[in-house]
């Protein structure tokens, strides 16, 4: 297996890193910060995020998309180095690719083409307060009325809500939480009636919100393709964000070691810079070792995107582990070379450590994917648990 980028590839990375460089510096994204209305200062990237194709990477070429996840990560990664405030993987690749694996072609296109043109964004919600991560745990429920549906429930933790024009919603036909069976997804427009959006801004700075739904009332097109399909859609759909994720953690533990790097140069004690000390010279080879092997995971896992279920679950759980364990060690290093200043509003670097911190702990943490990696080479190997 080729771990290494293809000529588009690279190009496709280096065009992204080029517009964020120049577009999304450190002070406009404090000031986004600091704005009641951050979603509207967003508007603009999002355009240009269409005119580049990057809402339709990894979408069907049928709704306009293009390419697959070795070209998606490289626009994530860029995202990641410069704290893109964006809701790009939680509605182009979370709720995108739920609806691109659950619904039928005429559905797909009616979501998913004004996604990739720039014109829509979406939002999935599937967790709620007491599923974890869980994604069968879901007490939302749908009864049919006359031929469409109505929907009672409360989702929680759903990125980039408050930017959404449709939500992807989880809900039970029948059965029992936990159980695989009865769920299906529904497209929700989260203008309708009894739609209640609380939303707020995450420890990263990034958009979310709380979905409650009293008697909302949808027709017959608003579930998406067989329901029997619907839970293995959504562990698609979070396998790959989970990848997505990888790499844009992937992109700030480079921008920290860069920056650190830079600091350690300037910064004068007993009139020498701190890149003369040896010890602080260790310190950041082994930053630089964890974050070539966490590039080397992300790869891989975006490499097994569309391998059998089992082997793609492996992978984006094995990513998420390695690169969740060094994004914490590199954060922290970061930190602690900067010292005090570190931690201060006015400098990025803390701003990366609230990132790869929420990275590490989101989506059940390294722990829970830990085991579930356990538990599929266990079914794989046929062993007892």
């Known amino acids: 297996m080729d771990l290494n980028p293809t000529p588009e590839q690279k190009m496709l990375r280096d065009a992204a890193q080029k517009y964020f460089r120049a577009e999304y510096r450190f002070d406009a994204h404090a000031k986004r910060l600091a704005s009641a209305d951050a979603a509207a200062a967003g508007a603009a990237h999002w355009t240009r995020f269409a005119e580049f194709g990057w809402l339709g990477l990894g979408l069907p070429e049928a ?35 739920a609806v691109a694996a659950a619904a039928d072609a005429g559905q797909q296109l009616a979501l998913l083409a004004p996604l990739v043109e720039g014109r829509s964004r979406l939002a999935l919600a599937c967790t709620e307060a007491d599923s974890g991560p869980t994604l069968a745990w879901v ?17 929680t933790g759903v990125a980039g809500l408050p930017q959404a024009d449709v939500a992807i919603v989880s809900a039970r036909l029948d059965g029992r939480p936990g159980e695989r069976a009865g769920l299906a997804l529904f497209a929700l427009p989260v203008g309708a009636a009894g739609v209640r959006i609380e939303p707020y801004r995450r420890y990263d700075g990034m958009p979310g919100g709380e979905l409650g ?7 017959a097109a608003a579930l998406l393709g067989d329901p029997a399909r619907a839970l293995e859609a959504l562990e698609r759909a979070v396998d790959l964000s989970t990848i997505a994720t990888c790499a844009d953690a992937l992109g700030a533990m480079t921008a920290v070691l860069h920056k650190t790097g830079a600091y350690l140069a300037t910064r004068q004690q007993f009139g020498a810079p701190l890149a003369s000390f040896q010890v602080l010279q260790h310190r950041m080879v082994d930053m630089f070792a964890a974050l070539e092997a966490a590039r080397s995971m992300v790869v891989m896992a975006a490499l097994h995107a569309d391998v059998a279920p089992a082997e793609r679950a492996r992978a984006a ?10 994004a914490r060690y590199v954060a922290q290093q970061g930190v602690q070379l900067h010292g005090g200043v570190g931690m201060t509003e006015e400098l990025d670097i803390g701003h990366y450590f609230r990132r790869l ?23 794989e190997l046929g062993t007892p648990r």
């Open 357 to 379: 911190t929420l990275f590490e702990k989101a989506d059940g943490g390294i722990d829970h994917h830990l085991q579930r990696f356990a538990q599929s080479q266990r079914k």
């Open 139 to 155: 007490e939302t429920r749908a009864r049919r009325q006359g031929s469409g549906w109505v929907l009672d429930g409360r989702k």
């Open 317 to 326: 759980s094995a990513a998420k582990v390695a690169v969740g364990e060094r």
């Open 213 to 219: 739904l009293e008697g909302v009332q949808l027709d």
């Open 63 to 97: 709704v306009g998309g293009f390419g697959g996840m070795p070209e998606l990560i490289a626009v994530c990664e860029a995202m990641g180095a410069a704290l893109s405030l964006e809701p790009y993987v939680a509605s182009t690749v979370l709720a995108a690719q």
